[in-house]
């Protein structure tokens, strides 16, 4: 059964970001900015913790999460360190997925030879 809540989460997930871009004149940076901002604000009024709780994956993975993560470490670093932490506590949550993502985008674009679009 987690699977499938996993599934179904980041599916309607998915689905709420197609139907953005089909059917409004959003650009899909907007789009993003938008799901990051939907994920730190729905996780400061503490309700994306009971998406994450259902959907486990489906609802950490996307973008939303990506917010999830950055408000659990602010709330986190201002108990421990006070106001200075509403600076520090973002990125020191997300530190190890920003270098994972910087160390393996490195990695690709040296193993992959770019090619101009024609």
């Known amino acids: 059964m987690e699977y499938l809540n996993a599934f179904l989460c980041g599916g309607i997930l998915c689905v709420i970001g197609q139907v953005l871009i089909d059917k409004t004149t959003l650009t899909p940076a907007k789009i993003l900015v938008t799901y990051v901002t939907a994920g730190v604000?729905?996780?400061?009024?503490?309700l994306y913790q009971y998406l994450v709780d259902w959907g486990g994956a489906g609802a950490t993975?996307?973008?939303?999460?990506f917010g999830h993560l950055l408000a659990k470490g602010v709330r986190k670093a201002v108990a421990e360190d006070g106001l200075i932490g509403a600076l520090t506590g973002g990125s020191t949550a997300a530190a190890g997925g920003i270098t994972a993502a910087i160390f393996f985008g490195f990695l690709v674009a040296l193993i992959c030879k770019p090619k101009p679009k024609t």
């Open 41 to 46: 604000v729905l996780s400061g009024a503490g």
């Open 61 to 65: 993975v996307p973008l939303t999460g």
